[in-house]
């Protein structure tokens, strides 16, 4: 592994980062405490990037792509209802910027298709999707593509989940290639940045939660099913009776309570007592339904006043900013390579 991977509180105003999302549906709290935390305080400590990857949606999607515009305009909403500022961080649409586009072919020579097929966020992916024995071109060339997103704005600091980290690695090895043959240093190479919070499960404590498996808490989840789904959470099918002793391993509420609840000792002396009984499931997801409520409550609040209109405003400034920064690169890549004409 050559993927120097450090925690958020290694950025320093010298870094750039940049981080996305494939637009596939609105956001929920996974991505609440994996990720959408770790960028509102990030635009504080130094110049953030943040882009919404439809060209990379399109290739699941390829099929419907309305969907994939109207989910830019949710994950958008999503960003912004939670604190990602404008003003602090340039938000983008991937498809507006065929400069990146441009650098992704150039950086397709620079690895070969084993390479590729031997990535194991890749091979992970590709058990879930449906296309079995027929990977599309654009599938596979998915690690090319984000190497192009990150290196087009000189990214050194990319924040991602675990199982993304192979992907950083093949970013970096085409960026050395890059370098190397060319005898340059216009592309940089970048660190992942681990958030500290693990993946949250789903409610129904089986896998990671996901809108697709419908096992997760939208950000935008109205008040009726917020509640549904935390009573219908999984805790220990053998507690039955309040006095009965609990199990706290593997059991969902907790696992959201040491998420979200923010006296971690008060936390600890409930699971001592729920593990010699005495605590009943209907109070403790009671006691989770508040504390969601009150985190999800402003969120929805300021969704319901973000208008398209201004999701758009956002979204076409950001992008003509970041495209700015991307047809540099891109101009000092085609020197580079010496495809300059007169
Ligand atoms: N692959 C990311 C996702 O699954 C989206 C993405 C595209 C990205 N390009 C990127 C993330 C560059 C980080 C850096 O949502």
């Given at each position: 592994m050559d993927v120097k991977n450090t925690g958020i509180?290694?950025?320093?105003?010298a870094d750039i980062v940049l981080t996305g999302d494939r637009p596939s549906g609105c956001l929920h709290l996974g991505h609440y405490v994996g990720s959408l935390q770790n960028r509102v305080f990030l635009q504080d400590k130094c110049k953030c990037f943040l882009l919404i990857a439809d060209v990379q949606a399109l290739s699941a999607n390829f099929d419907h792509p309305e969907q994939v515009k109207q989910n830019v305009v949710e994950v958008c909403k999503d960003y912004l209802s939670v604190g990602i500022d404008p003003n602090k961080t340039t938000i983008f649409i991937?498809?507006?910027?065929p400069e990146l586009t441009e650098l992704t072919v150039y950086a397709m020579n620079l690895i070969s298709v084993a390479r590729l097929e031997r990535n194991p966020t890749v091979k992970v992916e590709l058990q879930t999707k449906s296309f079995a024995d027929n990977i599309t071109s654009g599938f596979l060339n998915h690690p090319v593509s984000q190497m192009a997103d990150i290196t087009a704005f000189k990214a050194t600091a990319v924040p991602v989940g675990e199982d993304q980290l192979p992907l950083l690695e093949v970013s970096n090895e085409i960026v050395r290639r890059f370098n190397n043959i060319y005898k340059t240093d216009v592309l940089k190479e970048c660190r992942g940045i681990l958030s500290n919070v693990t993946r949250l499960v789903g409610i129904d404590g089986k896998a990671k939660a996901s809108k697709s498996l419908g096992n997760a808490i939208m950000l935008c989840e109205e008040p009726s099913s917020l509640k549904e789904k935390i009573f219908s959470m999984y805790t220990d099918p053998k507690h039955i009776k309040v006095s009965d002793p609990g199990c706290v391993k593997g059991n969902v509420v907790f696992t959201y309570l040491d998420a979200f609840w923010n006296d971690e000792e008060e936390i600890e002396e409930l699971k001592t007592q729920y593990e010699k009984g005495g605590v009943g499931d209907i109070a403790l997801k009671s006691m989770l339904h508040k504390c969601l409520s009150n985190i999800l409550e402003p969120i929805r609040e300021k969704r319901s006043r973000i208008s398209e209109k201004y999701v758009y405003e956002v979204l076409l400034d950001g992008t003509e900013s970041a495209r700015k920064v991307a047809s540099e690169t891109l101009r000092q890549v085609k020197d580079a390579l010496g495809l300059t004409y007169p």
């Open positions: 509180n290694s950025v320093t105003n991937q498809s507006m910027i």
